[in-house]
């Protein structure tokens, strides 16, 4: 037993002359005030713009403010309970979220924390959330295309891997709608989608979560949310962390695409969070730097180079107007900064035109590139078809007496609005839009009625697809329209507009 005791002495006798203590300089501050999610800090002299900082009482805030004698924080979290005087640390860490393939299928916070209750997620490493965009050199022209399934768009303004297209309209009109639809038909075409609800409320989110599951497109979806109930600064910072997150898949050579619904909240948020710390307002109250908020965010979606490793992030913002104003501040700002825009227009959302798109005023400065032929060969007219058709249709309102052309081309607009009309969640196949748009420009859908048109569209695509199968792996496969198969193509709809009664 005193052999027992005399070695436990010993080992620790050794143990205590051999300890050497570590010494570790840390940046401490003090809060000087705080209040509405803001602070302001003294004595952190080496502090980094975005550097994370710790709160005595565990919370984490990012230096925002570097000014002479203090720095404004951002606090991420809750703020209640902290006074004047209390400690903040530096941690010496750029803001950071986790990335890679373990939070697909997860729904995150604006700092990459997983809020679905299934367990801690595995991150690959962690991004910066603020990052320089790729620069031109580093970039090529966008030629691969995003199949919406979503006809008017995927016909009239094309998205390619890589583009920025805005989607912009009044509340209610279908712009979240779009973004779901675009989601959903990306199953199997290896395009990994990052949905990022700024300022939503939780129940809304809930929904939309829930639809994404229901579709099965959450299995290569992430959900980073920052809700109505959050802090503005986390508001702010959530739209730069879903772009960190698909900026690991495109520097992986994959393709990735992210929704920012919407970013008016965003320029909302920052507004917020600037005026709190006494940022020299500007017009309608925003900070000067708002263009420079949304620009640095957006540029960072790009078609990488071959080089590069040739992946690419693609965006898609959306923008809410107040009164069918595109001309306000936030939305025109956004407009010069994208590729492209989707206008969303309520006369047209409450007339039963769904989706409400304006095919006049909305375009695509790239998409058309990356078009497939096949599209292009059969949608090339229908811009200048619609936009004849709204110009006669407001004409033919005043009850005039029409001509026979001008008849013809009404009737033919109104058969074509309905080949356009989709339902939601109900995407069109690439095919199927194909041979749809065809016999609507073509003339084939003339004689049909109006009101029956799409119980056409349905019987006429279960009938190719079992009659005439040949067609469908023609395009499928060349993704063109060849003489022989525009001949074929012919030959079933003669067929069956001969039967169909």
Not at 43 to 64: C, K, M, S, T
Not at 90 to 98: C, E, L, M, Q, Y
Not at 194 to 215: D, M, Q, W
Not at 424 to 452: C, F, K, M, N
């Amino acid at each position: 037993m005193v052999g027992t005791t005399s070695d436990i002495t010993k080992s620790l006798l050794a143990q205590i002359e051999g300890f050497k203590p570590e010494y570790e300089a840390v940046e401490m501050g003090q809060v000087l005030e705080v209040g509405d999610g803001i602070a302001r800090v003294s004595g952190l002299p080496n502090v980094r713009a975005n550097e994370l900082v710790r709160f005595a009482n565990g919370v984490p805030g990012i230096a925002f403010n570097l000014e002479a004698d203090n720095v404004g924080v951002i606090i991420m979290g809750e703020y209640a309970d902290l006074r004047e005087g209390d400690e903040v640390r530096a941690t010496g860490r750029i803001a950071s979220v986790p990335v890679g393939e373990g939070l697909i299928g997860r729904v995150v916070d604006a700092l990459g924390n997983p809020i679905d209750g299934k367990g801690p997620i595995q991150a690959a490493e962690y991004y910066n959330i603020e990052r320089i965009a790729p620069g031109v050199i580093e970039r090529r022209n966008v030629y691969r295309p995003v199949q919406t399934g979503v006809r008017v768009i995927d016909a009239l303004t094309p998205i390619g891997r890589g583009q920025r297209e805005l989607i912009i309209g009044d509340r209610q009109t279908g712009k979240t709608a779009l973004a779901l639809d675009t989601i959903i038909n990306q199953r199997d075409k290896d395009l990994i989608c990052i949905y990022v609800a700024i300022g939503k409320r939780r129940g809304e989110v809930a929904n939309t979560v829930a639809t994404l599951e229901k579709y099965g497109a959450l299995a290569y979806t992430i959900v980073v949310i920052a809700s109505a109930s959050d802090p503005a600064s986390l508001q702010y910072l959530v739209p730069y962390s879903g772009c960190a997150m698909g900026e690991y898949f495109m520097a992986q050579g994959r393709d990735a695409l992210v929704v920012y619904d919407d970013l008016s909240k965003h320029a909302w948020a920052y507004r917020q969070v600037s005026l709190l710390l006494r940022r020299p307002p500007g017009r309608e109250a925003y900070p000067g730097d708002v263009f420079y908020l949304h620009s640095r965010l957006l540029e960072r979606a790009a078609q990488l180079s071959d080089e590069r490793g040739g992946g690419s992030l693609t965006a898609l913002p959306i923008i809410e107007t107040l009164l069918g104003d595109v001309s306000a501040y936030i939305p025109t700002n956004v407009i010069s900064i994208t590729d492209g825009q989707i206008y969303l227009e309520g006369d047209l959302f409450y007339a039963g035109i769904r989706p409400a798109m304006n095919t006049g005023i909305s375009v695509s400065r790239v998409g058309g590139d990356a078009q497939a032929r096949a599209m292009r060969q059969v949608a090339g007219g229908l811009r200048l078809d619609m936009a004849n058709f709204r110009s006669l249709a407001a004409f033919a309102q005043f009850g005039s007496d029409l001509d026979r052309e001008t008849q013809r081309k009404l009737e033919r607009g109104r058969r074509l609005t309905e080949v356009l009309k989709q339902p939601q969640y109900q995407p069109t196949s690439l095919v199927d839009q194909v041979v749809l748009i065809y016999a609507g420009t073509r003339g084939y859908l003339d004689e049909i009625e109006v009101s029956r048109v799409k119980e056409w569209e349905a019987e006429f695509v279960r009938y190719i697809h079992t009659q005439y199968q040949d067609v469908v792996n023609g395009i499928q496969n060349e993704l063109k329209l060849t003489d022989a198969s525009e001949a074929r193509l012919k030959e079933a709809i003669l067929a069956f507009n001969s039967t169909w009664s």
